[in-house]
């Protein structure tokens, strides 16, 4: 099985090609991203790859003799506040292309995340159900809500093989994160390593659905091996890890490091974050095929640490 990544450069596509290669070999994961020198060799075979060009991709996928495609190539909630027009045009257009372009050359399967970003002020904030209002406020939620419509339908109409879930918060420690509204889980691991000190720009009460990547990237490969006709939602699964707030998260590090002090400075963020759930009903996926997250707080917090204390110190 050939596998293609777009957007494989970001914090998920770093890690899942990793994982990917383990399972289907080094040569059979074709990594691409708009990067065109000094990637890594962990990486290839890479491509120069913009989803924008839809004539690219066709080649791309010709030329390796694509068989699946984790489409990872987006841009991301803060990053989308600050340049709504370019997160329109890769998160919807970019998909189209993607979905088109699988469509013309019968590609058997697609992976395509969402986002708990999907969700807005008028869902229910505990325990989000899977299905609920979805009446997203920022172009990123609008673009990742159409995006499971988009799909859902390419699957209906062409019965196509594609499957999604709504990625809560990623938190890793070999990759940074690439400008969503969640970064600050991850940036506080580095501050509290380096400087024993974190500036957050959101609320110490403000409390989101998080997930450790380890979990995020399992999770992901179960959803593709699964049968397709065993799946009752394909595009926009819930999918939930841990919940905590910044100061909960806070008081975890503390544990470890007795002398780390946070401070808060909420931004434009914080308007985000508020318009987001608390805490995710992921039982579909539970129920539909199996998933089970490992990492508590408390567990994720000690990884995170023990692991950048090797890479920062
Ligand atoms: N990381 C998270 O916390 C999170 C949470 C929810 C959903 N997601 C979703 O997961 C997917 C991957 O996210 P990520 O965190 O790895 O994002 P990221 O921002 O870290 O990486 C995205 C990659 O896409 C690339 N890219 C941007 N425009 C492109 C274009 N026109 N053509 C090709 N590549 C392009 C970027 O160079 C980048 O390497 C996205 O669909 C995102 O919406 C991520």
New binding site residues.
């Given amino acids: 099985m050939k596998i293609l990544i ?2 494989a ?5 770093s890690e899942l090609s990793s994982s990917l290669k383990k399972i289907y070999g080094e040569k059979n994961v074709i990594t691409s ?2 990067k065109t020198s000094g990637v890594a060799d962990e990486y290839q075979p890479y491509e120069t ?4 060009n839809k004539t690219a991709l066709a080649e791309v996928i010709k030329k390796h003799n694509i068989d699946v495609i984790y489409h ?5 909630s803060a990053s989308g506040e600050k340049n709504p027009q370019l997160c329109f045009d ?1 998160n919807i257009i ?1 998909l189209y292309n993607v979905l088109e372009v699988a469509r013309e050359l019968n590609i058997k399967q697609i992976i395509c ?1 969402s ?2 970003a999907v969700f807005g002020p008028e869902t229910p904030r505990d325990n989000t159900p899977q299905q609920t209002v979805i009446l997203p406020k920022t172009m990123y939620g609008i673009t ?1 809500a159409s995006g499971e419509l988009i799909c859902n339908y390419f699957v209906q109409k062409y019965q196509m093989d594609i499957r999604g879930l709504r ?4 938190i890793s420690y070999k990759a940074p ?4 509204t ?1 970064d600050y889980a991850v940036e506080i691991f580095y501050q509290a390593i380096t400087k024993k000190s974190y500036q957050c720009f959101l609320k110490p009460d403000t409390t989101l659905p998080m997930m450790y990547m380890e979990d995020a990237i399992r999770g992901t490969i179960e959803l593709s091996q699964i049968e397709f006709k065993k799946l009752k939602n394909y595009c926009d699964f819930n999918f939930a890890g841990i919940s905590f707030s910044c100061q909960e998260l806070a008081d975890e590090i503390k544990k470890s490091i007795p002398d780390f002090v946070i401070s808060y400075a909420p931004d434009f963020r914080q308007a985000i974050a508020d318009s987001w759930p608390k805490s995710i009903d992921d039982s579909e996926a539970r129920n539909q095929w199996g998933w089970k997250p490992q990492f508590t707080l408390e567990k994720m917090t000690l990884d995170m640490i023990k692991n950048l204390r090797k890479k920062l110190l």
């Fill in positions: 777009t957007g450069l970001g914090q998920i596509g991203d708009l790859l913009d989803i924008l990872l190539a987006a841009i991301l890769v970019g995340p986002s708990i990742k990625y809560p918060g990623l994160p690439g400008g969503g969640t």
